[in-house]
């Protein structure tokens, strides 16, 4: 067995111990996790009608939204954790981003750029489950190079995040 994949194994047995002892549910989390990159989403949509508009009523929405997404980022991220509260926040938020603009080039038949905004988009949102699952803290996102990792960020995400498995 190569060192790579003794390595991955000790992060499923980690992840296997946090669903064991009920601290984590991986399926409800990706569903909060998507949430939480649409309520930022929001947040930015009642910022720009706010400004494009001139209508205050649009502040008082994005603080609304805002006090929601930190209610369930909180669910999934603690906030005593310094950087990575922001750093899952913008991490999420960049996700999310980048899947609507590489949906957009799909649709203009751009593929190939879609392909590779989809596969940034997986990176960034592996990158947030990183942070998550306590495998990496804030200060690691920018220190560890995709080459170096034992596992990747895109094993996180299709070999541990699975919303079908309820």
């Known amino acids: 067995m190569d060192e790579t994949k003794i390595k991955f194994e ?19 989390d990706e569903d909060l996790s998507i949430a939480v990159m ?14 494009k508009t001139g209508k205050a009523a649009y502040f008082d929405l994005l603080d609304e939204i805002r006090g929601i997404r930190k209610e369930m980022l909180g669910r999934l991220i603690e906030k005593s954790e310094g950087e990575t509260w922001c750093v899952s926040k913008h991490l999420l938020a960049a996700t999310m981003r980048l899947i609507e603009v590489g949906a957009k080039y799909h649709a203009e038949g751009k593929t190939d750029d879609a392909e590779k905004l989809f596969a940034r988009a997986h990176q960034t949102y592996g990158m947030f489950w990183a942070l998550r699952l306590k495998l990496i803290d804030g200060a690691d996102v920018k220190k560890l190079p995709a080459g170096e990792k034992p ?16």
Do not use: A, M, P
């Open 151 to 166: 596992w990747s960020y895109k094993d996180l995400v299709n070999k541990l995040v699975d919303c079908c498995d309820e």
């Open 10 to 28: 000790e992060v499923v047995k980690k992840v296997e111990q946090l669903r064991k002892g009920g601290k984590i549910d991986l399926s409800s």
């Open 38 to 51: 649409n309520l930022v989403s929001l947040e930015e949509h009642f910022f720009f009608t706010g400004i």
